[in-house]
C-alpha cells in the first residue's frame, strides 16, 4: 500500500514563500508520476504541478515562475517551492501518484491519481 504524507503548510502573507513535503512509503517516486493539487473551497480539485517518471515537469498557468516541484529520489520526497504567493493560492495542497503511463497532457488531470495524501492547508493573507 502507497502512503503520501504531506507537510509545511502554513499562514503567510502575500508575497511569501513555503515550501510543501510529501513523503512516501509503499514505493519509489521513480516509477510515479507525482503531482501537487489544491482544493479550494467552492471550487473543484486543480492540479498545479507535476513530474513525470523521466523527471519532466509541467506546470499550470496560474503558478508558471512561481512554484517549483521538485524530488529527493533518495527520501522518497516530493517538494513543492511556493514563491510570491497570492491571496488566491490558497487552498488544500495534496500530493498524489499514479503508477500508469498516460499522456503528458494528462499529467496535471486529478482523476488519474488514484493516491492521495491527507492535505496541509495553505493560506496568504492580502
Known amino acids: 500500500q502507497v502512503y503520501l504524507v504531506e507537510s509545511g503548510g502554513g499562514s503567510v502573507q502575500a508575497g511569501g514563500s513555503l515550501r510543501l513535503s510529501c513523503a512516501a512509503s509503499?514505493?519509489?517516486?521513480?516509477?510515479?508520476?507525482m503531482c501537487w493539487l489544491l482544493h479550494a473551497p467552492g471550487k473543484e480539485r486543480e492540479g498545479v504541478a507535476a513530474i513525470d517518471v523521466d523527471g519532466s515537469t509541467i506546470y499550470a498557468d496560474s503558478v508558471k515562475g512561481r512554484f517549483t516541484i521538485s524530488q529527493d529520489t533518495a527520501k522518497n520526497t516530493l517538494y513543492l517551492q511556493m514563491n510570491s504567493l497570492k491571496p488566491e493560492d490558497t487552498a488544500m495542497y495534496y500530493c498524489?501518484?499514479?503508477?500508469?503511463?498516460?499522456?503528458?497532457?494528462?499529467?496535471?488531470?486529478?482523476?488519474?491519481?488514484?493516491?492521495w495524501g491527507q492535505g496541509t492547508q495553505v493560506t496568504v493573507a492580502s
Open positions: 498524489a501518484a499514479d503508477p500508469v503511463s498516460r499522456p503528458k497532457s494528462t499529467l496535471l488531470r486529478d482523476w488519474r491519481y488514484l493516491d
Open positions: 509503499g514505493y519509489t517516486y521513480t516509477r510515479y508520476c
